[in-house]
């Protein structure tokens, strides 16, 4: 008897062992991203990594701030943005974090909406980084999915890990891959999470594989338009991860965070050619008592003297294109202050009441004067549609300058709401869809003046379907014109 009393236990532990025998099995295992881009885009070794790093922020000098919450910093190899990713790292170096939320687009992998991957760490060189409990907790949002596909081979989170490594020590991670995501839903989705121990990282390069002095103008209005806070604009900038940046400005408009510009420059100031560069800007975001105000933009129109001076330009400009002469070069100081406000601007140049150029830029890359003077000698030479002007024709070339004001996204909730709200004859339209892009002036309504037709139209140039418009991946914004041209007195023959 004494044995059997035995056995009811002895069974008990065996179906125990067995329980937890097939619970490890069946427990998900831990997996740890391993990294994808060491010994290409920084050092694999720990010695040399770290010799890097340390040697990047130790030149860094930027600007001294407090409480700082966000950041943006670029992801291309250390050779060539890791002078200007130090910056805004320096400027963290040894400030408190418990957790780092870092928003990349996605490069290798066609993502749509957000994606957070489930691991548990991000492994570097310098150790691995543990995943925060918030990632899991964001994951129950339908606002994010996990794609690991996505996560694989991708860069932009995982370069700017050991910066964070070095500069802060100890901290967690919430990696966010971002591809064609509705910026305004994930800022909603991370706000409520967010507090004084939580760094916001926005991974991003900005212009690519431009020349030089292009790209130092496109990426100088990038950086203005993120110092200004503008959310709705900076998704029209050229910057591959402007959508978690739109993410950033929409939480820092929010919470009143103030930007700071700590370090720009481009692959040619570093360890590239200058034939093609990649840009790259360092921006701080920082909590202050007093809530940032976003700069009022002017939409004062010019007087005549202006409007003249610019058509003077134009001509000029026009002339020497022709010629193939050197662009104008005129006295800054002498000219009018409004011509040297940055603004976008289109040049027509027609023949005969005909068309026979149009070059212009909607955003505010450069001072208006500049992108007159630009504008009109592409028109003459670069717009694929026509032969090139001819020095014989400059007389009978007529000059029309339209000048813009900053673009405004039409938040609208149907297709017939979108049609609702253009006003035909006013607005000036840019469609986006993805990547694909296209524009009509406000002039053009003399020639489409239904809005379904125009805006059918509109998306045929952007080389989609006459129904891209109504895709809710479309974005579609308007401005608005000020438009004067030479006086028709000269011979049209």
């Known amino acids: 008897?004494?044995?059997?009393?035995?056995?009811?236990?002895?069974?008990?532990?065996?179906?125990?062992?067995?329980?937890?025998?097939?619970?490890?099995?069946?427990?998900?295992?831990?997996?740890?991203?391993?990294?994808?881009?060491?010994?290409?885009?920084?050092?694999?070794?720990?010695?040399?990594?770290?010799?890097?790093?340390?040697?990047?922020?130790?030149?860094?000098?930027?600007?001294?701030?407090?409480?700082?919450?966000?950041?943006?910093?670029?992801?291309?190899?250390?050779?060539?943005?890791?002078?200007?990713a130090a910056y805004g790292y320096k400027a963290v170096t040894g400030r408190r974090y418990k957790t780092v939320i870092i928003m990349g687009p996605s490069h290798q992998y066609p993502l749509?909406?957000?994606?957070?991957?489930?691991?548990?760490?991000?492994?570097?060189?310098?150790?691995?980084?543990?995943?925060?409990p918030l990632a899991a907790t964001l994951?129950?949002?339908?606002?994010?999915?996990?794609?690991?596909?996505?996560?694989?081979?991708?860069?932009?989170?995982?370069?700017?890990?050991?910066?964070?490594?070095?500069?802060?020590g100890e901290f967690e991670l919430?990696?966010?891959?971002?591809?064609?995501?509705?910026?305004?839903?994930?800022?909603?989705?991370?706000?409520?999470?967010?507090?004084?121990?939580?760094?916001?990282?926005?991974?991003?390069?900005?212009?690519?594989?431009?020349?030089?002095?292009?790209?130092?103008?496109?990426?100088?209005?990038?950086?203005?338009?993120?110092?200004?806070?503008?959310?709705?604009?900076?998704?029209?900038?050229?910057?591959?991860?402007k959508t978690p940046i739109a993410v950033l400005l929409r939480i820092a408009r929010e919470k009143g965070w103030h930007p700071h510009e700590l370090d720009s420059r481009n692959s040619g100031d570093t360890a590239g050619p200058k034939s093609e560069v990649v840009g790259y800007?360092?921006?701080?975001?920082?909590?202050?008592?007093?809530?940032?105000?976003?700069?009022?933009?002017s939409h004062e129109p010019l007087d005549e003297a202006a409007q003249q001076k610019l058509l003077e330009l134009a001509r000029a400009s026009l002339a020497a294109a022709v010629k193939g002469k050197a662009a104008p070069e005129p006295d800054v100081e002498a000219l009018p202050e409004a011509v040297r406000q940055y603004g976008g601007a289109f040049v027509t140049l027609t023949k005969n009441r005909q068309l026979r150029?149009?070059?212009?830029?909607?955003?505010?890359?450069?001072?208006?004067?500049?992108?007159?003077?630009?504008?009109?000698?592409?028109?003459?030479?670069?717009?694929?549609?026509?032969?090139?002007?001819?020095?014989?024709?400059?007389?009978?070339?007529?000059i029309?300058?339209?000048?813009?004001?900053?673009?405004e996204r039409v938040e609208a909730s149907s297709p017939e709401a979108l049609l609702e709200k253009l006003v035909p004859g006013k607005d000036g339209v840019y469609l986006v869809v993805g990547p694909y892009a296209s524009t009509y002036l406000p002039q053009v309504w003399e020639q489409l003046p239904e809005k379904e037709a125009f805006m059918s139209e509109l998306s045929r140039k952007a080389g989609l379907g006459g129904d891209a418009w109504q895709r809710p991946a479309a974005r579609v914004y308007v401005y608005h014109a000020q438009v004067f041209e030479e006086a028709r007195d000269e011979p049209t023959e």
């Open 400 to 407: 029309e300058v339209s000048v813009l004001t900053v673009p």
């Open 174 to 241: 919430v990696p966010i891959l971002i591809g064609d995501a509705d910026s305004e839903k994930i800022a909603e989705a991370l706000l409520e999470h967010l507090d004084d121990e939580t760094l916001l990282v926005a991974s991003s390069d900005l212009s690519h594989y431009l020349p030089y002095e292009t790209a130092k103008t496109i990426d100088g209005f990038t950086v203005r338009t993120i110092t200004e806070g503008d959310a709705d604009l900076i998704e029209l900038c050229q910057a591959c991860g």
């Open 281 to 297: 800007c360092s921006v701080a975001f920082t909590e202050e008592t007093e809530p940032f105000v976003p700069p009022q933009r």
């Open 1 to 84: 008897m004494r044995g059997k009393r035995w056995v009811a236990p002895a069974v008990a532990v065996v179906v125990l062992v067995i329980a937890i025998t097939l619970a490890a099995a069946l427990r998900p295992k831990e997996t740890i991203r391993p990294p994808a881009v060491a010994g290409t885009f920084y050092p694999a070794s720990r010695e040399e990594l770290t010799q890097a790093v340390e040697t990047y922020l130790e030149a860094a000098k930027p600007e001294k701030l407090e409480h700082i919450r966000g950041l943006v910093a670029p992801h291309a190899g250390y050779v060539y943005s890791g002078p200007t």
């Open 357 to 398: 150029g149009c070059i212009g830029h909607i955003l505010p890359y450069a001072p208006l004067y500049e992108t007159v003077i630009e504008c009109a000698g592409s028109a003459a030479l670069h717009d694929h549609r026509f032969l090139p002007v001819k020095a014989r024709e400059l007389e009978a070339i007529h």
């Open 139 to 168: 994951q129950k949002n339908k606002t994010f999915t996990d794609v690991p596909a996505a996560h694989k081979k991708e860069h932009s989170i995982e370069v700017q890990l050991p910066f964070l490594q070095t500069a802060l």
């Open 112 to 132: 749509r909406g957000a994606s957070i991957p489930n691991v548990v760490g991000y492994e570097t060189p310098l150790g691995v980084v543990r995943v925060s």
